[in-house]
Nanobody, 113 residues
Framework: QLVESGGDLVQPGGFLRLSCAAS????????MAWYRQAPGKQRELVAY???????NYTESVQGRFFISRDNAKNTVYLQMNSLKPEDTAVYYC?????????WGQGTQVTVSS
């Protein structure tokens, strides 16, 4: 089970930190990722982090968003800085290990003045 938190309404240029708490024993070995889905658009990969802490970002968030993980807390984070209106979306946490796939329920991020 994945439970996201931290979504909110924020002004352009602001920041938020999303958290995703995972239950179960596979977290430290899993690839963890954040996806987002804006109204009327397909769900897209925002960032991922491997078990070895290798990270990758979609081009539109590079230099603004940072993904990290704390294996002791079974939690993955997404630090989002310099937020733009186009970052508005429901953000989903995702966990993958082999054939196992899990999604969170999503948390709403709205960037608006």
């Amino acid at each position: 089970q994945l439970v996201e938190s931290g979504g909110d309404l924020v002004q352009p240029g602001g920041f938020l930190r999303l958290s995703c708490a995972a239950s179960g024993s596979i977290f430290s070995a899993s690839v963890m990722a954040w996806y987002r889905q804006a109204p009327g658009k397909q769900r897209e990969l925002v960032a991922y982090i491997t078990s070895g802490h290798v990270t990758n970002y979609t081009e539109s968030v590079q230099g603004r968003f940072f993904i990290s993980r704390d294996n002791a807390k079974n939690t993955v984070y997404l630090q989002m800085n310099s937020l733009k209106p186009e970052d508005t979306a429901v953000y989903y946490c995702y966990e993958a290990l082999g054939s196992l796939r899990y999604w969170g329920q999503g948390t709403q991020v709205t960037v608006s003045s």
